[in-house]
């Protein structure tokens, strides 16, 4: 079955870096487009970054310049580099499955059990 992982949250200053990760499984990888979702403290899901199968990207314009969503279609990962880190990044980070190819996503099919990002002084 479609299982993902993600690791590399943690606790950091702001201006920190983070890079997370996500170990995806159970599906064919490459033939969909992946997302990193967000939820802040008392907020909901909101989109962050999402990467088409062929490596087009797209970002939430909060985290454009900052955030550097990539792939590897040979090890079926997908990375999130989170630099110049803000209070308002906080939140459990998640790695998502789209239903389809395109940096468009379309509907998120499966999420990680998500990192906790913390950006504090």
């Not at 950091?12 to 967000?38: I, N």
């Not at 792939?71 to 499955?97: A, H, S, W």
């Amino acid at each position: 079955q479609v299982q993902l992982v993600e690791s590399g949250g943690g606790s950091v200053e702001p201006g920190g870096s983070l890079t997370l990760s996500c170990a995806a499984s159970g599906f064919a990888f490459r033939r969909y487009a992946m997302t990193w979702v967000r939820q802040a403290p008392g907020k909901g899901l909101e989109r962050i970054s999402t990467i088409s199968g062929g490596g087009t990207v797209g970002y939430k314009s909060s985290v454009k310049g900052r955030f550097t969503i990539s792939r590897d279609n040979g090890r079926d990962t997908v990375t999130l580099q989170m630099k110049y880190l803000k209070p308002e990044d906080t939140g459990v980070y998640y790695c998502g499955k789209c239903s389809e190819e395109l940096v468009t996503c379309g509907e998120i099919e499966k999420r990680g059990r998500g990192t906790q990002v913390t950006v504090s002084s």
